[in-house]
């Protein structure tokens, strides 16, 4: 190990920057978001700098680099573009004994400035004590995806309750083991998801002995279109921690494979005619779940507020006051008609945008068919692969022209998407002998004309 990573408080305390440029301004922005007193000594300043001079506690000496302007500095940096100017500095801090980092020079500096993950009061510093920072710099971006914002509210929540819980565990151990209860458990998730209020009365009670660090919870997550690579931040996090996995029909096999490995799988999905279990019965076990203790994972393709019942679900868990969070999916409708090329809404085509279901209802499609032949508009209905010769058939006879465009995607984002495309007239002729397979997509619309021209999803023909 080449250097010792530490932090160094530089609250009041004065932070010398000798340049006047760009690469300045950003030393600038970092050292005040630090809450240092800055001095910047350069006989120009580039604009952004001088826009800067504004702030408290930065100010400006308009000269050339002297020794004398490093008195009671704490720390130096130097980021000119003049190689001797950046050696003088670096001689005259460390003969004052004052760490010095001159900006692309690592042999004249006696501190690395890393890449910084910035979760305050949580930070994470990832340095490669200059050999590599461009390299730093990618790991940095890795690291932002793991560690979201809210993990600073944590750390912040925790710096409340520390000397609590300092009086109440006397022994190192114990206190360790109660914080990683808090932070791995139902309280952290809590804080994480954004409930703040909760998480502090939650904290507050297992501080004084009268609450419970390991409670039950839902999470009602949203597993997208079928490509995993759209998930959220979130929704991958509560994934990885479930202790049992609630799972419908419509979930990709490539999103399942990113559950945690040893939770309890259940598969409640439904097909035409074909009910796993009823949706009260869902309801019921994932209460049941959760009051036995466990972390259910409720996830469901798509997004969980369209067309798929999670409201239902959580007025279910909210009458048994049971805790849950819901992580919103992309919905098939953003997912599919962007991997197949046909854009929802475009200036020249459609100004508007309408979501229906095609299930069937006592043999025949019951949708709103005037709203649904507007001009000007595009329409997505999901679930309408058996009821498709109707639908063709209905919109043409409430005026749609028979020639107006329509596709239907078969398991769209993924290796196995398919689309037919063509018109209200001919489609369900066309998708008679395709062999299309649920989960289904279609869309009607002049947009779907542009699909030749923007289509850039070409699936493995090995995935067929």
């Known amino acids: 190990m080449e250097t010792l990573p530490i932090f160094l408080k530089l609250r009041q305390r004065l932070a010398v920057v000798i340049g006047g440029g760009e690469v300045a301004s950003r030393k600038v922005k970092l050292l005040h978001k630090a809450g240092a007193r800055i001095c910047v000594v350069a006989p120009e300043l580039h604009a952004e700098l001088e826009d800067m001079l504004s702030l408290a506690h930065i100010s400006h000496v308009a000269a050339v680099f002297s020794p004398q302007h490093l008195t009671g ?22 003969a004052a004994n004052i760490p010095v980092n001159v900006v692309d020079a690592p042999e004249l500096c006696t501190f690395i400035v890393p890449s910084i993950v910035d979760r305050s009061p949580l930070l994470v510093a990832v340095s490669s004590g200059g050999a590599a920072p461009v390299l730093a710099r990618m790991l940095r971006t890795r690291i932002e995806t793991m560690i979201p914002a809210s993990y600073g509210r944590l750390a912040a929540l925790a710096g409340e309750f520390r000397d609590v819980v300092k009086q109440r565990f006397s022994n190192g151990q114990q206190r360790r083991i109660f914080w990683e209860d808090v932070f791995q458990g139902p309280i952290g998730e809590l804080m994480l998801s954004g409930q703040e209020t909760q998480a502090r009365e939650a904290l507050q009670a297992a501080t004084m002995g009268s609450g419970e660090l390991h409670f039950g919870e839902v999470y009602l997550v949203g597993g997208g279109p079928g490509d995993p690579d759209l998930l959220t931040f979130r929704a991958l996090r509560l994934m990885q921690q479930a202790d049992v996995c609630v ?32 949706q009260e019965d869902i309801n019921q076990l994932l209460v049941r779940l959760a009051k036995e203790g466990k972390r259910v994972l409720r996830l469901k393709g798509g997004d969980p507020f369209i067309f798929g019942r999670g409201g239902e679900e959580i007025e279910t868990l909210m009458e048994h006051q049971v805790p849950f969070q819901v992580v919103p999916g992309i919905t ?16 020249d085509y459609a100004q508007s945008c309408l979501f229906t279901t095609g299930h069937l209802k006592d043999g025949s499609v019951d949708l709103d068919w005037p709203a649904l032949v507007r001009t000007g508009q595009t329409v997505v209905i999901y679930m309408g692969l058996v009821g498709l010769p109707e639908i063709c058939k209905q919109l043409i006879a409430h ?29 369900p002729g066309q998708v008679e002998g395709a062999g299309l397979r649920a989960p289904c997509l279609i869309i009607v619309g002049e947009v779907v004309r542009l699909r030749e021209k923007l289509a850039w999803f070409a699936p493995s023909p090995a995935a067929e």
């Not at 500095?73 to 460390?94: F, G, H, K």
């Open 247 to 278: 799972y419908d029909k419509l979930v990709s096999k490539e999103v399942m494979e990113l559950v945690r490995r040893d939770a309890e799988l259940i598969y409640v999905g439904k097909s035409r005619d074909q009910h796993t279990l009823p």
């Open 332 to 347: 098939a409708a953003n997912g599919v008609s962007s991997y197949a090329g046909i854009p929802l809404t475009h200036r």
């Open 73 to 94: 500095a704490v720390v130096v940096i130097a980021a000119t573009d003049n190689e001797d100017v950046n050696r003088e500095v670096s001689l005259a801090a460390q």
């Open 399 to 427: 005026g749609a022209a028979p020639e107006l465009p329509i596709a239907i995607v078969q398991q769209g984002t993924t290796q196995r998407q398919r689309v037919v495309a063509g018109t209200l007239a001919s489609l």
